[in-house]
């Protein structure tokens, strides 16, 4: 038989268990109104506006005590004390909603890296000694930038890819067919690029010095 | 025992006598002799929608006594295992059937012979469609999305529950329940069953054990007919949920009927829309429904008429 709406408790009246978890009162509180408001077509005409008056009123109270942890568990004691729920010393760790996006998922298990690719490549970089071998060393031509890349091990395909310098061109560079190579002009910054996206520094340094070996190189073939 | 369900739903219009027609077909298709009996007195339908255009006899033949059994007035159906008890052609006073028919009739129609009997009910709470309802612990309500209909709904539910206080008592005791409620709780409280049970709860306490076992052992089901697809899909459910809240009343969501423009076109062709448009979703739903209804049994009430 019916239970006057005032004489239920709290957990009754959101229609929960005395075990719900925080986000589960959340979702009954909103169901209640969607059900009791104002302009619901479920509850029109059963309720006069007093009566509705005092259903919300004891929905939001119901609410405002369960959502709080130290309100709720001083309710919880006095419904315990009156044996309508079993008393609990401890709930336990609280239940959450299932994350549909693991954002702690564990490094190095699956999917993306922690870090990006770029500061991954940087790190190798500034710790591989064949590349800063090469970089201190006289001449930087095509075939020092081809060593660097193969020690990063990066294709040429991505570089061309990235940078968006035609790849027949990076290949020329690489294989050092100096007669082949674009402009001047247009080298340089080609060569910066290539620099930077393999995340070589200093860039602007680098392709001087590129440039400075293909004019020596030019004038003595 | 057949099992009997009254289909009703406070207000027209809301597709009842069609969901009697379509179960009625459905059910009869599972193998179950099945019989409609359209009770919805003074604006009879139900023989239009079975193809049953000039039925030769009618429920008025048993009222006026032509026929003396109510099971010769059945006829049958161009669906095999489906029969009806038709109203048209009844006299046209008919919508005030007089109380020692009404008992007739309920008692007659409790001792057919069918697997399924369905009762195609009329709209509104008057005294005999509440006693319909009340032959059965089960039965159908018919509701729309729209705030006039599930309106009706709750008066209905209401209403039966009144009736069914009001058949343990006498007129004079009664009346003297009345005045109790009203001096306990305050004016315009003998609208509210719950206020009058509990009541009797203290002045009779037999008769409060009986009517909460009664209570309790309503199997109600609720029907959300011409859903269209904007509307809320959740609605029977949450109708269903506060019934049982704040009516008391146990009452269990059977489903969601679509709304489809094609099953006034069925109507209006006078054919099965079941037939004709077997693939739409109201069909489906409708099979869904009638899948449901078959599961579930019943039992009848025992009737008590003083």
């Known amino acids: 038989m019916k239970k006057d709406f005032a004489k239920l408790n709290y957990y009754e009246m959101l229609d929960i268990g005395p075990d719900a978890a925080f986000f589960e009162i959340r979702h009954a509180y909103n169901a209640a109104l969607q059900i009791y408001e104002a302009d619901s077509m479920v509850s029109y005409s059963l309720f006069s506006t007093e009566e509705r008056r005092k259903i919300l009123e004891l929905l939001e109270r119901a609410y405002l005590t369960l959502i709080n942890a130290q309100e709720r568990k001083k309710y919880d004691a006095e419904l315990a004390q009156a044996g309508i729920i079993p008393a609990t010393t401890d709930k336990g760790p609280h239940r959450r909603p299932a994350c549909i996006y693991d954002v702690k ?3 190095g298990t699956t999917g993306l890296p922690k870090k990006t690719n770029k500061s991954i490549l940087r790190e190798s970089v500034g710790k591989n000694k064949k590349i800063s071998e090469i970089l201190s060393g006289p001449d930087i031509n095509g075939a020092a930038l081809k060593s660097i890349r193969n020690e990063l091990g990066i294709p040429l395909e991505r570089i061309a890819q990235e940078t968006r310098v035609r790849l027949d061109y990076l290949n ?14 247009f080298l340089k910054g080609f060569i910066k690029a290539y620099l930077k996206s393999l995340c070589v520094e200093p860039a602007d340094d680098i392709s001087t010095r590129y440039m400075q070996w293909l004019e020596r190189a030019r004038k003595s073939g | 025992m057949a099992h009997i369900w009254p289909i009703g739903g406070g207000k027209g219009g809301s597709g009842k006598s069609f969901l009697t027609s379509s179960l009625g077909r459905l059910l009869a298709a599972m193998g179950k002799k099945t019989l ?18 000039y039925p030769e006899k009618s429920f ?4 006026r006594r032509k026929i003396p059994r109510l099971e010769d007035v059945v006829l049958s159906t161009p669906v095999p295992n489906l029969y009806i008890i038709s109203g048209a052609h009844d006299t046209l006073d008919i919508a005030n059937l007089p109380y020692e028919q009404k008992s007739k009739t309920l008692r007659a129609i409790a001792r ?3 697997d399924w009997i369905m009762l195609d009910l009329g709209a509104g709470t008057s005294f005999n469609t509440l006693d319909f309802f009340l032959i059965s612990q089960n039965s159908i309500f018919v509701t729309t999305p729209e705030p006039t209909s599930i309106e009706n709904v709750y008066r209905l539910v209401r209403s039966i529950y009144f009736r069914r206080i009001r058949q343990y008592f006498t007129a004079t005791e009664f009346k003297a329940l009345e005045q109790e409620v009203t001096r306990k709780f305050g004016e315009g409280s003998f609208n509210k ?22 209570f309790n052992s309503f199997k109600f089901k609720l029907v959300l007919n011409q859903l269209r697809r904007h509307d809320n899909i959740a609605l029977g459910a949450q109708i269903c949920k506060i019934i ?7 009452i269990e969501f059977a489903g969601n009927v679509a709304f489809d423009d094609r099953v006034h076109d069925a109507i209006c062709q006078r054919v099965s829309f079941l037939e004709r448009y077997p693939y739409t979703r109201t069909a489906y739903d409708l099979r869904e429904l009638s899948k449901n209804i078959a599961q579930s049994g019943s039992q009848q009430l025992l009737l008590r008429y003083s």
């Open chain 2, 193 to 214: 069953p719950d206020c009058i049970i509990q009541t009797i709860k203290t002045t009779h306490p037999d008769k409060g054990e009986l009517l909460e076992s009664d």
């Open chain 1, 172 to 185: 020329c560079i690489e294989e050092d067919k100096i007669d082949r190579l674009p402009a001047a002009a």
């Open chain 2, 36 to 53: 409609l009996v359209d009770l919805d007195l003074g604006s009879a339908n139900l023989h239009t929608l079975l193809d049953v255009p």
């Open chain 1, 105 to 107: 998922r564990q490094t």
């Open chain 2, 244 to 250: 049982e809240k704040h009516l008391g009343f146990h």
């Open chain 2, 60 to 63: 008025s033949d048993f009222i």
């Open chain 2, 112 to 114: 057919l012979d069918y």
